[in-house]
């Protein structure tokens, strides 16, 4: 593709919910285990039971080890389609909407 060539709209929407969408698949694991740890804490306060996890790396430790990597990605499929569904929307409108907006608009970035 040459330098002054225009990309069609829908590659800045696509390419706005792909890097969130696959940056999730990273942090994901991190998530489960903070929500876990949450729960536990929960646990504890309403019901006497102990408590299973000292930490967050504790709980991807032992979640990775009685459930595997599936364990540790449980709710990556949601995970996805709220990131890209997000990012879809507020970076991928982001070009049109300033390109739409009058050029003596004082908020308009140059």
């Known amino acids: ?3 002054d060539s225009k990309a ?3 590659h800045g929407f696509a390419f706005s919910s792909m890097a969130p969408m696959m940056a999730v698949v990273f942090t994901n694991p991190f998530d489960v285990a903070k929500v876990r740890v949450q729960l536990q ?5 309403r019901a006497n039971v102990a408590k ?3 930490s967050s790396f504790d709980c991807l430790k032992k979640t990775f080890a009685a459930e595997g ?3 540790t990605q449980k709710g990556l499929s949601a ?16 070009d049109p909407i ?3 907006c009058p050029t003596w608009a004082i908020w308009r970035p140059r």
Do not use: T
């Not at 804490?41 to 306060?45: D, K, P, T, V």
């Not at 995970?79 to 991928?92: D, P, V, Y």
């Open 69 to 71: 990597l599936g364990g």
């Open 79 to 94: 995970a996805i389609l709220r990131e890209g569904s997000k990012n879809f929307f507020r970076l991928g409108c982001y």
């Open 98 to 100: 300033i390109k739409a």
């Open 1 to 3: 593709m040459h330098a």
């Open 52 to 54: 299973i996890y000292s």
């Open 8 to 10: 069609p709209a829908w």
């Open 41 to 45: 804490g929960e646990l504890a306060s």
